[in-house]
């Protein structure tokens, strides 16, 4: 299936279009919203060209949600975080995956690493309660991370063979 992630057009908007004022580290749900109505279009169009198709990134529940309304036959979705995790353990388990394409992490410190981790989890707190509030799945990779990959595969496997 393919797929887009949206940190490859967030951060092309934020080189080579700064006029859309995209700033990378600005947060996530303040990239979201950002990105929201470019994404929105891009989805329109894909879903009007009947093409099975993955975004993987920073959406908000409630854009997703309203997607879906719209599209309710069409849209599958799941949000995916880490809430509980201790910031120091998942600069460890980033670390662990250095030798991968994109490696980013490797520009900072564990110190701003960490930092940048904690940021990240109180985005998946959010995550989590607007999930919730929406109807939408939320998956949280704090622990045994690969079996919830595998759950993740499997909801959104079954979820498109059904047409849920």
Same mark, same amino acid.
């Given at each position: 299936?393919?797929?887009?992630?949206?940190?490859? /057009?967030k951060?092309?908007l934020?080189?080579g279009?700064?006029?859309?004022e995209?700033?990378p580290?600005?947060?996530?749900?303040?990239?979201?919203?950002?990105? =929201?109505?470019?994404?929105?279009?891009?989805?329109? @169009?894909?879903?009007?060209?009947?093409?099975? %198709? /993955?975004?993987?990134?920073?959406?908000?529940?409630?854009?997703?949600?309203?997607l879906? *309304?719209?599209y309710?036959t *069409?849209?599958?979705?799941?949000?995916?975080? %880490?809430t509980?995790?201790?910031?120091? *353990?998942?600069?460890?388990?980033?670390r662990?995956?250095?030798h991968?394409?994109?490696? =980013?992490?490797?520009? %900072? @410190?564990?110190?701003?690493?960490? @930092?940048?981790?904690?940021?990240?989890?109180?985005?998946?707190?959010y995550?989590?309660?607007?999930c919730?509030?929406?109807?939408?799945?939320?998956?949280d990779?704090?622990?045994?991370?690969?079996e919830t990959?595998?759950?993740?595969?499997?909801?959104?496997?079954? @979820?498109?063979s059904?047409?849920?």
């Open positions: 299936m393919p797929y887009l992630s949206l940190d490859v /057009l951060m092309g934020a080189r279009a700064p006029e859309y995209i700033d580290d600005a947060g996530g749900l303040v990239v979201g919203e950002r990105l =929201w109505p470019l994404v929105r279009e891009m989805s329109a @169009s894909i879903l009007n060209d009947d093409v099975d %198709y /993955l975004f993987e990134g920073e959406l908000l529940p409630k854009h997703v949600a309203a879906q *309304q719209a309710p *069409q849209i599958r979705a799941c949000f995916l975080g %880490y509980t995790i201790a910031p120091e *353990q998942k600069v460890r388990d980033i662990a995956y250095a991968l394409p994109n490696n =980013w992490p490797d520009e %900072y @410190s564990d110190a701003q690493l960490a @930092s940048i981790i904690g940021r990240m989890i109180e985005f998946s707190r995550l989590e309660a607007e919730a509030a929406h109807g939408l799945p939320y998956f990779t704090s622990s045994r991370f690969s990959l595998d759950r993740v595969f499997a909801y959104l496997a079954h @979820s498109i059904e047409g849920v």
